[in-house]
């Protein structure tokens, strides 16, 4: 798989990420199940790597995958404990586990062809 490729599955990927939770948690807030501010704070670290995201930056593939760990949780979580939400749990499951394949991917794909990677320690 091109770099390409797992730029554009990972930008689609975490677009539509950020748009089903930024849905799913206003959407709590409004409804009273949440404080409306409370619901906005769970989409702030979502919302850190997003512009490195967008540019294609191999550092924040890296490390955006560790943000994502947070809303796998969430939704195990969810799929765990909830029956009415079974079918939001399971979409959000499913496509942050394809996000935290595609992106160490593309960061290693991409890291690769710019030449990124640790220094190697001189034999002095």
């Not at 770099?3 to 554009?8: G, P, Q």
Request: some cysteine; glycine content about 10%.
């Amino acid at each position: 798989m091109t770099s390409n490729t797992l730029f554009t599955l990972s930008r689609l990927g975490y677009f539509a990420l950020v748009l089903l939770l930024g849905g799913w948690f206003v959407g709590q807030g409004i409804s009273g199940e949440y404080t409306l501010l409370f619901s906005l704070l769970w989409i702030v670290p979502l919302l850190l790597p997003a512009k490195g995201v967008f540019q294609g930056n191999p550092y924040t593939y890296a490390w955006a995958s560790f943000v994502l760990c947070l809303y796998m949780l969430h939704g195990l979580t969810l799929l765990y404990v909830t029956t009415d939400a079974f079918a939001f749990a399971l979409i959000e499951v499913l496509l942050i586990g394809v996000l935290l394949i595609a992106f160490p991917f593309y960061a290693r794909i991409r890291g690769r062809e710019l030449g990124l990677g640790l220094k190697k320690k001189s034999k002095e």
